[in-house]
């Protein structure tokens, strides 16, 4: 097993419903989620992610402004990103908000770097979607030598090259903790040996032993480099209450509503409730009492051999109360409970 296992809380800033049926205020969505990592900090959790996304049912377009916000409000917790979406952005002021998120934190920072799995950023910042690879593995390979190289000089197609530049303000103690998003193909997982750099496995759906070879590859091509092993993490999303019944009953509509909306915009075939309570009992979606998740979590870390496993708390349209709930649970009596499964 990993000599440091570490656990982290994820959250698009999904909208939940207010009071009057009408969806909550983005603005005030914004200010729960600092509020949730503030909880966080505060019961022991390692590391608090916010993903970047461009739609009406997630908040959270600047994670490192919210980040900035929660790093002012907490003492010890890491914060980043699941994930920065570096295809449709600059990688030079990426490292900078970055950097400056480092500071502001006394050297707290965390960035995933993705392709993200919605595209609503590429026509936002104008860029094609034909260039999805071409964008991201440019990026990639400039940010890494930001991360790398106090001078740095870079030529590509994706942007004016860079002859021995330097990038303001340096990262304070000369390292800022970089992964890379995964969402299930062997090519990332080789880009990710290639660029030296722990892997964060995204798995929102049926069995997490399925990445087995996924988990089994990276760990095999780091050994052929002769480097030593990265960390390997996995993202997956979940739901903790008091009892099963409670957790399923919460977390099902919200569930529902949300792979409802994308499956209508992606052509996906509707889901019931029996799909539902098969991925709860079987699959990639961690929903239940601390009892029966603990279990389930262990499981998947022993499966995979990770170092960290985040779990995305905010499942869809879920109530700020009912979230800050889950996240006292998951801190308080899962976390202790897997850390004495996995010994």
Known sequence: MPDALTFGLDTFGDVPAGKD?????????IRNVIAEAELADRLGIDFFGLGEHHRDDFAIS????????????????????SVTVLSTDDPVRVFQRFSSLAAL????????????????SFALFGHDLHDYDRLFEEKLDLFVKLLREREVSWSGSVRTPLDR???????EDGALAAWIGVGGSPESVIRAVRHDLPMMLAIIGGPAARFRPFADLYRRAQAQTGRPARALGVHSPGHIAETDAQARDEAWPAY??????????????????????????GGSLYVGAPETVAPRIAETIRTLGLSRFQLKYSLGPLAHDALMRSIELFATEVVPRVRRLVG
């Not at 934190?105 to 609503?120: D, K, M, N, P, Q």
């Not at 530049?165 to 990262?171: A, G, H, K, S, T």
Request: glycine share 12%; charged share 25%; net charge positive.
């Open 21 to 29: 049926g009408r969806p909550l205020a983005q603005a005030e969505v």
């Open 165 to 171: 530049q330097r990038v303001y303000p340096p990262l």
């Open 62 to 81: 600047s994670p490192e402004v919210v980040l900035a916000a929660i790093a002012a409000r907490t003492a010890r917790i890491r914060l980043g990103t």
């Open 105 to 120: 934190s006394s050297g707290r920072a965390e960035v995933i770097l993705g392709r993200g799995s919605f595209t609503e």
């Open 256 to 281: 529902a509503a949300l792979h409802g909306r994308i499956g209508r915009e992606r052509g996906w075939p509707p889901i019931d409730r029996g799909h539902f309570d098969g991925e709860v009992a």
